[in-house]
């Protein structure tokens, strides 16, 4: 293909991608109240609106929520699709084994963050009140607060598939990983410390399983790297 080829090729992807997401939109739209239910059935507490702006607000960030979670594994299967001209079979075969692991993995880290939020963030900053307040919970805040944490913790669990791939690349290698050991583990506890409360075993608790999913990812590292070198290798071989 030549350049307008590509561009081309890449629009009609990128239009189905939006199709897509259009989609899931309108189905979270209609299933908005259900969605909302499933939320706020365990508070202890009522939520409530202060102004007309925050009901269509709840509406279009819920049925945001399910446009972006539903249209992430077709978009990485759109991609795939686009860069696999350019692929050997083998290559295309690894690759697309990417696609599910992706979406597992951001449902598992949305999941995470969200038990986190429910199970120890929420009831801790409640405890803090001690009756000094009177407590008044909006929508707008009460989920803002929630995807601030639970997001970055799904963005977060990409990290085992993109040291995969950056390593089958060349980019990354399991040496500089362990290397850098020590710095990452300081980012890592510097982000459990911005999305959770400032109390030292909340921060611990959040921190730990970043710390844990980078260690992971040192694994699969050596793993793809140790791979791409018994192919290299035997390449070599088969020169000869």
């Known amino acids: 293909m030549n350049m307008t080829e590509h561009l081309t090729e890449l629009r009609k992807r990128l239009i189905w991608t939006a199709v897509v997401f259009i989609v899931f939109f309108i189905v ?9 239910g499933f939320f706020v059935n365990d508070l202890d507490f009522t939520l409530n609106v202060i102004s007309p702006g925050e009901i269509i607000w709840i509406y279009f960030t819920m049925a945001s929520v399910v446009a972006v ?5 077709f978009f990485c299967l759109q991609a795939w699709l686009f860069v ?11 690759s697309l084994s990417y696609i599910p692991a992706t979406f597992l993995l951001f449902i598992g880290g949305l999941a995470f963050g969200y038990y ?8 801790f900053l409640l405890s803090l ?13 009460y989920f803002r607060f929630l995807l601030r944490v639970t997001l970055p913790f799904a963005i977060l669990f990409e990290i085992p598939i993109i040291t995969m791939f950056l390593t089958s690349l060349g980019i990354l290698t399991p040496d500089f990983m362990r290397k ?61």
């Open 129 to 141: 009140n001690d009756g000094m307040f009177n407590e008044i919970f909006t929508v707008d805040k």
């Open 180 to 240: 850098t050991r020590k710095y990452a583990y300081l980012i890592l506890i510097i982000i459990g410390t911005m999305i959770s409360p400032p109390d030292f075993v909340l921060q611990i608790v959040v921190a730990v399983p970043l710390i844990v999913l980078y260690e992971i990812s040192i694994f699969l590292s050596a793993f793809t790297f140790r791979k791409k070198q018994r192919k290299h290798e035997a390449f070599m071989d088969s020169d000869d």
């Open 69 to 73: 979670v539903g249209t992430i594994p």
């Open 116 to 123: 986190v939020f429910i199970d120890l963030i929420l009831p």
């Open 84 to 94: 696999r001209p350019g692929l050997t079979p083998k290559e295309r075969k690894v």
């Open 28 to 36: 979270g739209f209609v299933f908005v109240r259900d969605i909302y």
